[in-house]
C-alpha cells in the first residue's frame, strides 16, 4: 500500500510540474537601452534586463541586430532616440521577441560583451577598423621552435618539417605567425606569442604552451603550422577543429585562404591534438598552411609575398570570426 501511495505521489508530482505554466517574470522581461557614450567616433549602448536574459547577435550589410527572447515590454531613453548615429530601431514581435536595430554606416566596426550578473549587454560601435578586436586577447604558437626537455639530448632542436630546399617549417611558421601578429594587433587586439625567435633555449616546450593559454585565458587561440609527408604528391592546407566553436573557427579561416592564397584548399580535419585539448578554451584551432614536402607547396611557401598573403588570410578569418 505504501508503495502503491509512494507511486501515486509521485505521478501527481510529475503532472504537476509539467502542467503547471511557466511564472510571468520566466516570460516577460522588461528590456531598457540606454546610451552610456556618445561621439562622432564611438558609441556605447547599455542593454539591461530585469533579470538575465538570452541573445543573439546578427551583422549583416551594415546592419547589426541582436534578437533578445522572452521580451514583451521595452524602455527606449530619450538619449537613445536623440543622441545617436546609429539609428537605432527596435521591434517586439508576437512571439515575444525582441530584435534591436543598429545601422552600421558610420561606426562600421562593433565589439559587445555580456555581464550576467549585472543583466547587461554593452554594445561599443566605432568608427576605425583597429577597433575591431577591440579588448580580444590571442594567442598564437608559432609551432615548433624549442630545444628538447631531455637532457642527454639537450642540443636537439624541434625544427619541424625541413623542406627540399633545407628550410625550416619553424622558420616559415614565426614568419607567418609575426605578420599575423601585426594584422592582429592593428585591429585592437591583444597578442601573445608563445614564441618570437629562432633557436632560442628559453622558448616554451610543447606542454609549457598549453599551461600558458590556460594560466592567459585568451579568447582565442591558433597553432600555425607547415605540413608534411613522405610522400611528394600531397598539397594543400587543412585546418582542424575539434568543437563546433572551433569548427566555426577553423571554417572562417579556411574561406580567407581560398580567396586569398595561391595554396590549395585540403580539407577542415576534426581531429584532436594533445597540446590543444589540454586548453579550457573552445575557440582553439591548428593550421597547416601548405606541404613543405610538395615542391609546389614549398615554391609558394618560402616566398615572402606568399607568406603575407597566408598571414592576411588568417587574421581576417580571426576577426570575421569575432564579428559573426
Partial sequence: MNLFKGLFFLIILALTITLYPKTEHVLNNKITIDIQFSSAEKEIYLIRGDFPFDFDVRNQSNLLQIDIPKTTSLIMTDAVKNDNRSQVESNVDPTKELTISFHLEDLPYYYSHYYFPYKTLVVELNKHTQ??????????????????????????????????????????????????QNELEDNGATVIMTRESEKNRNTLRFAQRGLLVNDVKPDLFISIHQNGSIYQSPRGFVVYYSNPVAYKLADSIAKEMVQKTPIPFRYLFNGKFELIESMNLQAKTLIECGFLTNPLDEKVLIKEENQEKIAAAIATGIINFFEN
Fill in 131 to 180: 577597433k575591431r578586436l577591440y579588448k580580444k586577447l590571442i594567442v598564437i604558437d608559432p609551432g615548433h621552435g624549442a630545444y628538447s626537455d631531455d637532457k642527454e639530448i639537450w642540443d636537439l632542436y624541434d625544427c619541424g618539417v625541413i623542406g627540399s630546399t633545407g628550410i625550416y617549417e619553424s622558420v616559415i611558421n614565426l614568419n607567418i605567425a609575426k605578420l599575423v
